[in-house]
């Protein structure tokens, strides 16, 4: 679960900072599992997701027939309407039965990648869309909205427990296996029991003068008993922040850290601190501050002899507060969701699963395309082989290894990259395996200049003497996903192109301008071939020499469609020059040979990349 904080370009909140912490203290230290989204240029996460189109048919015919029965003060009959195109099923087992068949679907396809906890986000922010879009028509009565939910809570939880149990008893390990033993349902849960994720499009618009009426179950809590409890608890808050009280301040900047003390008496920071459960526990255990105004106010004083006694009126209080808090979580979720319409081009709908970045919720079909384009990174240090094999020791060549790939990992995250493996003395990094963007191939060769640029700064500074070979290579590759145990996952792209980034950062041993003892011109290089660079080679035999950055033409080919390149054409082939304003660097990317690989049928097109 990705929560975005606050800050340039983010969401703004109303009830909560936006920190990870938070949802913790909500959901649970180990927060529900959610895919990845895909971030359009300079956006947040965006998750794109197709429902059944007869989702929302069989849900506004359910929600009618319960409005008819709570307006007619009966019982809820589902025969009262019938979904059209169902065969004349009532409306309840219609959509009864599509929910759990979809939801069926989505644990079998599952792979510990949070598709049921997507598919309800999704399928509660179209619902919610109903209801509003149900109640704005002429005459009805809007409390009935807020009294639906005893019984849309009970459809859903039983809808759920109906296929839970079903894979407990026909398939208890595929349960376990696709969703994990640590398989955190705090998110569904919250969904149904909450109310406000359903009956509430956006938490922008939420007004607890209309939700908190005499006929809403959902909450015991009165709008007045809010407002007396809300306003002492305000007034002891400006006390306190006047008085700079110590223990209030530590408690402050400790539960609402990314709030400065200037902050504290605005409008909108207020709010979020008046919905911290730990100030409000501060604040109710303050019996000369606000202990002594809580029992001496008349509605407070009635309400907690109706409950039994203050704990109980408390209690409601703050399970209010959590509910909100919960549901402007959700509601930031659900922002970064965007449901496609049904009638969307089918060609859209092709390339947006093609490239993994659509989930699609039906009964029957494959919920996400695991084949997509992705652009693959090895990187090899060259000579490691031979140092292990000589007198150094493991523990030195480990630290040697720690010291060289340590620094690693913040380029491949500045680039949007992955790092699917270490492999001893080298490493893979894929590009649009996790995440696909239109940049995976100029981030990859971004990674790439970068690595080196890194290694020569430790030839520099003698930290190394090692040189790396880097490939690149853009093809289709299957996403895997591999259960190592209970609650672990291995993910990683498998395939034929994989085979050939790999290949690619071989390299046939020695230099073309080596011979076998270090000195004079390899055999199989003509003067020709001595006069170009030789960080990249491809000899006479088509065997590759890789110390520097090879890739493909597959990559070149992606690359020139979304990176203007000058292209120039020589005796050799094609050379590509292009500027890129985030390395501030000329690149050059020039053809320098066919290379042949033993189990690749054709010969593979190689471009070495450099500086200019």
Request: glycine share 10%; proline share 3%; with cysteine.
């Amino acid at each position: 679960m990705v929560i975005l904080a606050q800050g340039p370009g983010r969401r703004t909140t109303r009830f909560i900072e936006g920190r990870a912490e938070e949802a913790a203290e909500l959901f649970g230290v180990n927060l529900p599992r959610l895919p990845e989204g895909h971030a359009p240029a300079g956006g947040d996460p965006v998750l794109v997701v197709e429902l059944h189109s007869g989702l929302k048919v069989r849900a506004a015919a359910f929600l009618a027939g319960i409005y008819q029965s709570l307006a007619e003060r009966r019982a809820p009959d589902p025969r009262l309407s019938v979904v059209p195109g169902a065969g004349g099923e009532d409306a309840q087992g219609a959509y009864l039965r599509l929910l759990t068949e979809i939801t069926s679907n989505i644990i079998a396809n599952d792979r510990r990648l949070g598709l049921l906890n997507l598919f309800w986000l999704a399928h509660s922010k179209e619902i919610a869309q109903v209801i509003e879009e149900f109640f704005r028509r002429d005459r009805l009565k809007s409390h009935i909205k807020y009294q639906m939910h005893p019984l849309l809570r009970g459809f859903y939880r039983n809808a759920h427990r109906m296929i839970w149990q079903r894979f407990r008893n026909t398939a208890p390990e595929r349960l376990r296996y696709n969703l994990g033993d640590d398989f955190n349902g705090s998110l569904i849960e919250s969904i149904f029991d909450d109310q406000l994720s359903l009956t509430e499009p956006s938490i922008a618009q939420l007004n607890l003068a209309n939700v908190l009426i005499d006929q809403n179950k959902r909450f015991r809590l009165t709008f007045p008993e809010y407002k007396e409890i809300w306003g002492i608890c305000r007034e002891r808050l400006w006390a306190g922040l006047g008085r700079r009280e110590s223990r209030l301040l530590d408690l402050l900047s400790q539960r609402l850290p990314n709030l400065s003390a200037d902050q504290y008496r605005d409008e909108a920071t207020e709010q979020k601190i008046l919905f911290n459960r730990h100030v409000l526990t501060q604040l109710f255990t303050d019996y000369e501050g606000t202990g002594e105004r809580l029992r001496g106010n008349r509605t407070l004083r009635q309400g907690a002899e109706r409950r039994g006694s203050w704990g109980e009126l408390l209690a409601d209080y703050l399970d209010l507060v959590d509910a909100v808090r919960r549901t402007e979580v959700i509601d930031l979720l659900r922002q970064g969701i965007t449901i496609i319409p049904p009638g969307l081009d089918d060609r859209q709908l092709r390339e947006l699963f093609a490239e993994g970045r659509l989930y699609r919720f039906h009964e029957s079909l494959e919920v996400l395309n695991s084949a997509r384009k992705v652009t693959i990174l090895f990187a090899d240090l060259r000579g490691f082989t031979r140092t292990s094999e000589g007198g150094v020791s493991e523990g030195e060549l480990t630290q040697h290894l720690y010291e060289v790939f340590d620094p690693l990992a913040g380029i491949v995250k500045r680039f949007h990259g992955t790092i699917d493996k270490f492999t001893g003395d080298g490493v893979m990094i894929t590009f649009g395996a996790i995440t696909a963007s239109k940049q995976d191939e100029l981030n990859a060769i971004r990674t790439a200049l970068a690595l080196q640029d890194l290694m020569a700064g430790f030839r520099r500074e003698g930290k190394t003497h090692f040189e790396m070979g880097i490939s690149l290579h853009t093809g289709r590759a299957q996403i895997a996903r591999f259960i190592l145990d209970e609650t672990a996952m291995d993910t990683t792209v498998i395939g034929r192109h994989v085979n050939v980034a790999g290949r690619l950062s071989g390299s046939g041993g020695k230099g073309p301008k080596e011979d076998e003892d270090g000195g004079g011109v390899s055999a199989a290089s003509s003067e020709e071939e001595t006069q170009q660079p030789a960080q990249v080679w491809v000899d006479a035999a088509g065997v590759l020499y890789n110390s520097g950055i090879a890739a493909s033409q597959d990559t070149v080919d992606a690359l020139a469609q979304v990176v203007p390149m000058e292209r120039q054409e020589g005796e050799r082939g094609s050379t590509f020059t292009f500027s890129d304003p985030i390395l501030g660097k000329n690149i050059l990317i020039e053809y320098v040979g066919d290379a042949k690989f033993k189990g690749v049928v054709r010969s593979v097109p190689v471009y070495r990349i450099a500086e200019r």
